[in-house]
């Protein structure tokens, strides 16, 4: 895969390392303005209205007033679950949000990298990175922007059987090293109206829950309290047979969680 020579006005006091991602720009242009204005009409009125009916329980107003920097995150068993929590928010927010992506499903071609550059605002992760270039990257971007909202899935992958497994500690690194809350997430019927594997997307329903925001902690504690929460809406939503890695010893903890 080449490298990429993206210019940014807004990433000129990243590190050299980073300057070649082809980051989403926040340039407020015409163009820019005219792909967001023609995503978010397809996304939230043709999509999640007519396609599939997205409900949203909670209000991501006063989080958004009170938390101007914050780690999204939920569970992962669909490629709805990226666009369906961008659909959830209000549009108006979308300038301070962002999705660490995997680069080698995103970023594969022209028409994926321009989707993902300009509708979802990813940020392209590279999942055999071992120079540890995406974490220096995220953290980064989350010292040093006034407001970020960034999406991550602590469990690294899509679910295959729609259950929720153990987090990967990405999330409690990246939260603890920037002090940055974390804004619990969950997506429930996603896995039924998208399933790992399936082509496209199925009609039906699909409901968000917006739930607490918790401060920086260890991943123990993070998924612990996560768990709780969840369990009240679904008791069924985790594998009760999950073996977290941070009692296996599981090589790369730090790996972040991306969209896939």
Same mark, same amino acid.
């Given at each position: 895969?080449r ?9 000129t006091?990243l590190?050299?390392h980073?300057k070649?991602?082809p +980051?989403?720009?926040?340039? @407020? ?6 792909? /967001?204005?023609?995503?978010a009409? &397809?996304l939230?009125?043709?999509f ?8 949203v329980?909670?209000d991501?107003?006063p989080?958004?007033?009170q938390?101007p920097?914050l780690l999204?995150?939920s569970n992962h068993?669909?490629?709805l679950d ?6 959830s928010?209000?549009?108006k ?8 992506a ?6 594969t071609?022209p028409v994926?990298?321009f989707?993902s550059?300009h509708c979802?605002g ?10 540890g270039?995406?974490?220096r990257?995220?953290t980064?971007l989350?010292?040093e +922007?006034?407001?970020?909202? @960034?999406?991550l899935f602590p469990e690294?992958t /899509?679910?295959?059987d729609?259950? &929720?497994h153990d987090?990967?500690?990405?999330v409690?690194?990246f ?7 974390i804004l619990y997430?969950y997506?429930e ?7 790992k594997?399936a082509?496209?997307?199925k009609?039906?329903k ?6 607490p925001?918790?401060?920086p ?9 996560y ?7 679904n008791?069924h939503?985790f594998?009760?047979?999950e073996?977290?890695?941070?009692h296996?010893?599981?090589?790369n ?8």
């Open positions: 895969m490298d990429w020579d993206y210019e940014n006005e807004q990433w006091k590190p050299d980073l070649h991602l +980051l989403f720009t926040r340039h @407020l242009d015409m163009f820019s303005i005219a792909v /967001r204005a023609v995503w009409v &397809i939230k009125v043709w999640f209205q007519f396609y599939i009916r997205l409900k329980v909670g991501y107003g989080v958004y007033k938390y920097r999204i995150i068993a669909s490629h990226a666009v369906s929590i961008a659909a928010i209000p549009a927010y979308w300038i301070n949000l962002y999705i660490a995997a680069k080698d499903y995103f970023f071609n994926f990298t989707f550059k979802l990813a940020i392209p992760i590279d999942r055999k990175d071992k120079r270039e995406a974490i990257l995220i980064t989350l010292s +922007l006034p407001r970020m909202w @960034l999406i690294g /899509r679910s295959k729609g259950k &929720i987090f990967k500690r990405g409690a690194i939260a603890e090293r920037t002090q940055t809350p997430l997506l019927g996603n896995s039924e109206l998208w399933p594997g082509p496209f997307a009609p039906g699909l409901i968000i829950h917006v739930g925001v918790k401060q902690a260890p991943i123990e504690e993070i998924y612990a309290d768990k709780k929460w969840v369990m009240g809406i008791p939503a594998d009760q047979a073996n977290p890695e941070w296996t010893g599981a090589p903890p730090e790996a972040p969680q991306v969209v896939e």
